[in-house]
């Protein structure tokens, strides 16, 4: 079964950067498309990225877009979140999961194998 932990997050000030990375045991990443959720306290799920399984598309929300950047590493079997340009609006806990219908919806219903998530936090 596969199982994702997330790695990375922390605490930055506005306009810093941070990577987090999406580990991934028991099955191979790139069998599926890998998405970015982040989770304000006592708010939905949010999509923020996602690559799919052939990692030739990548999606992302319009809040983040131009700032954050997927990639996976296969070797690694290991996904990866870039993040610059920080503000205190993506403050949240960040987690990773796959879509194993390959489609990155934008729905975290469709994503399974939920990471234990990794907190970042901008602030000044």
């Known amino acids: 079964q596969l199982q994702l932990v997330e790695s990375g997050g922390g605490s930055v000030q506005p306009g810093g950067s941070l990577i987090l990375s999406c580990s991934a045991s028991?099955?191979?990443?790139?069998?599926?498309?890998t998405g970015w959720f982040r989770q304000a306290p006592g708010k939905d799920r949010d999509a923020g990225a996602c690559?799919?399984?052939?990692?030739?598309?990548?999606s992302y929300a319009d809040s983040v877009k131009g700032r954050f950047t997927t990639s996976r590493d296969p070797a690694q079997n290991t996904a990866y979140l870039r993040m610059d340009n920080l503000t205190p609006e993506v403050t949240g806990l960040y987690l990773c999961?796959?879509?194993?219908?390959?489609?990155?919806?934008?729905?975290?219903?469709?994503?399974?194998?939920w990471g234990q998530g990794n907190q970042v936090n901008v602030s000044s």
């Open positions: 999961a796959v879509d194993p219908d390959d489609s990155c919806s934008g729905f975290s219903l469709h994503y399974g194998s």
């Open positions: 028991g099955g191979t990443l790139a069998n599926y498309a």
């Open positions: 690559m799919n399984a052939r990692a030739d598309s990548t």
